[in-house]
């Protein structure tokens, strides 16, 4: 006699992975637009940090399109491909009391 609670359906690994994997980005992505940077550096950093933690187990589960989306998503702006390495400026606090 089989029991409803004996089988729990739950997502599968590389689904699992791939949800992590964008929560993880979109966080990064966050800090980075927080810091300053623009959208250009948030993609080319999440691209390499992507590829960094993916270089030797196996191919990451987001490719550049589905980078692209996520940091459109957090910076309301597609990013340009060219890896910008220097942040964006930010202003100044006033000095004086």
Known sequence: MPFD?????????ADALR??????LRERARL???????????????RRDLAWEFDLTAPAPLDDDAIDALI?????E????AG??????????????
């Open 19 to 24: 949800d992590q994997t964008e929560r993880a």
């Open 32 to 46: 980075l637009h927080r810091l300053g940077y623009d959208a250009t550096y948030a993609a080319d950093r999440c």
């Open 5 to 13: 609670w004996m089988h729990v359906p739950h997502a599968s690994a």
């Open 84 to 97: 910008a390495k220097k942040p964006a400026k930010r202003r100044r606090a006033k000095k004086g009391g």
């Open 78 to 81: 597609k990013p340009a491909r």
């Open 72 to 76: 459109e998503g957090v910076y309301g």
